[in-house]
């Protein structure tokens, strides 16, 4: 018998709002299967937190839900969120319905979206929830820019002397929260290091393109125009920042630092902070600091014995200038990541003499084209950017994890012919350390992986040469001594070598009282969510902001409403 997805998610919905309203954690629970996933998102505490298992679920449930704390459980009525029949890897290959509906708290609106699965007695029960706290009451999202006049002139005058919150770093970052912010009332100031805005992306290698699809890497509130290429390549991106803060009003300050050592009145709940904006000092207090230099912070060149020696052009990847300038020269990339791979086959393509590959440990590759096809069934292009990252973000990245572990064999036989070619270049090559695959090594470790756009073909008909399993010991006049003795002759030596951390990055700027505060800010946590990011770091009026479009993007919400519900005096700083 056909299922009624309209009639089983009404039944649910309805136990749970009793439930929630009642604060049964046991009717709650029992409305979970006993192996089912809940996300909260600032709804029943002011942080980021996942919940696997229906005993975790209880416990978390017991310690936050208060009597009439969650009320007026009804469908959402965006059309994308009506309930529907879906079949989802992990589930048993059972046909579940999912849907999405919204709730009322003291304080604010809130979102919410299940995946409902049957139990071993046909009674459907939750697979996934994801509780959200989407605006808070009286302090709504506006989402339309104020009317340009004099009174929003004099509020841009003010927001450079005296801002609520200073944004470090003008990449995507920076310039999305900003956006949010900006919707939301929060008094913005934007600085950068660099002298134009989009540089972060500008400076880098000439051939860089975003491996993934536009509808992905988009910028809040702002599509690309419908020609815009599925791939940005670097110079488009750019300019595209460079542009965004005009249409959204945005306030950043470009050859702009953030001297070192700010200090925090916990009385007053602001910083003293100093900023060098083209060479002359500026006192700021804000209340909130937020670093958005990048998940990619400070690059990391190892420290190679001899290196003084060496006759031949050393660089970082994030400053290679381009193969062109490399024709007929020998080069060695040290790393097998993203940004190795698209150098070798640039240096490849413009004439290099030869290109070696040089790798120390097993990297994960899938295809780029593999990966775009299911970024295209999870951002369409007919459904709202909103809505597709909210479904996105509704399987907690644990769960993820799990399931693509589980299902890491089926993606490693679509990927066989590519693989085979890799190996036979001498490539060690895997879907990571636990077969996470690619996009959970980018939250935890962000690297270890690359997308292929025709890399392996160089590597498997020997275009470019792989060393693999050794590192760098020695710089000679003319090349590389390697861990296993071997030289190579080298005239080019790109470190594709990573970054540090942003925390590690910033780490000079804060002295010792406010670093032994911080936590760790990269990687994930025993819940698999994101280290110190767009939610408390252990310092009051510091946070910090790191990944991709996506991440930054829909998160921005999550950290906007945090700082917000502290400026109305609804939560106190830690």
């Not at 975003?210 to 390549?233: A, D, K």
């Not at 299911?374 to 950017?385: G, M, S, T, V, Y």
């Not at 090594?441 to 270890?448: A, D, F, N, T, V």
């Not at 925390?503 to 800010?521: Q, T, Y």
């Amino acid at each position: 018998m056909a299922l009624d997805p309209q009639r089983i998610a009404l039944e649910w919905m309805t136990a749970l709002g009793a439930a929630l309203h009642d604060a049964d954690i046991t009717a709650v629970t029992s409305l979970f299967l006993t192996s089912g996933w809940l996300r909260d998102f600032l709804t029943l505490t002011w942080d980021l937190r996942t919940l696997e298992g229906s005993q975790k679920i209880a416990a978390y449930l017991s310690g936050s839900l208060r009597k009439g704390q969650l009320t007026a459980v009804r469908f959402d009525d965006a059309p994308a969120l009506a309930p529907r029949t879906f079949s989802l890897p992990g589930t048993q290959g059972s046909t579940g319905v999912e849907f999405g509906f919204v709730f009322e708290l003291p304080h604010g609106h809130g979102r919410g979206h299940a995946r409902l699965v049957p139990d071993a007695d046909g009674a459907f029960r939750a697979f996934t929830v994801l509780l959200m706290l989407h605006d808070l009451r009286g302090h709504e999202e506006l989402r339309k820019l104020p009317l340009l006049d004099d009174v929003t002139d004099v509020a841009a005058r003010d927001v450079e002397t005296d801002p609520y919150a200073l944004i470090v770093g003008a990449g995507q970052s920076g310039l999305q929260i900003a956006a949010r912010f900006k919707q939301m009332n929060i008094p913005s100031l934007v600085i950068d290091r660099n002298a134009r805005l989009g540089d972060n992306w500008r400076l880098r290698y000439p051939t860089l393109t975003l491996h993934s699809i536009n509808r992905q890497h988009t910028l809040l509130y702002q599509p690309y125009p419908s020609t815009w290429p599925e791939l940005t390549p670097r110079e488009k991106i750019s300019n595209w920042l460079e542009q965004y803060p005009v249409t959204q009003d945005l306030v950043v300050w470009m050859s702009t630092e953030l001297k070192a050592h700010p200090q925090y009145d916990a009385n007053a709940g602001r910083w003293d902070v100093t900023v060098v904006r083209n060479g002359t000092e500026i006192q700021l207090h804000p209340s909130h600091i937020v670093m958005a230099t990048g998940q990619a912070g400070r690059p990391i060149v190892p420290n190679i014995d001899n290196s003084e020696l060496f006759r031949g052009h050393t660089v970082h990847s994030s400053r290679f200038p381009g193969g062109k300038h490399f024709a007929g020269k020998r080069a060695v990339v040290v790393g097998a990541g993203n940004s190795a791979m698209d150098i070798c086959q640039d240096l490849v393509a413009k004439g290099a003499e030869s290109v070696t590959m040089i790798q120390r440990s097993s990297t994960c590759v899938v295809s780029r084209d593999f990966v775009n096809e299911f970024q295209r069934e999870k951002w369409p292009a007919d459904e709202p950017l909103e809505i597709s990252d909210f479904k996105f973000m509704t399987v907690p990245l644990a769960l993820l994890k799990k399931l693509s572990i589980a299902g890491q064999q089926a993606v490693m036989d679509a990927h066989k012919d590519l693989h085979d070619k890799l190996r036979k270049g001498g490539l060690n090559v895997d879907m990571g350390p636990e077969g996470q695959g690619a996009y959970l090594l980018y939250y935890e470790k962000g690297g270890g992986f690359w997308l292929d756009k025709g890399g392996s073909e160089l590597i498997g008909n020997g275009s470019v040469k792989v060393k693999s399993g050794v590192s760098v010991q020695r710089f000679t006049e003319n090349g590389l001594v390697l861990t296993d003795g071997t030289e190579l002759s080298a005239d080019l030596v790109v470190f594709a070598t990573g970054y540090a951390t942003i925390r590690e990055s910033n780490a000079e700027l804060f002295d010792e009282n406010v670093l032994k505060r911080i936590g760790p800010v990269s990687g994930l946590d025993d819940e698999g969510e994101v280290n110190g990011s767009y939610r408390p770091c252990g310092h009051p009026g510091l946070w910090f902001a790191t990944g991709d479009f996506l991440l930054s993007r829909f998160l921005s919400k999550s950290l906007a409403l945090q700082i917000k519900a502290i400026q109305i005096g609804l939560i106190q700083q830690a």
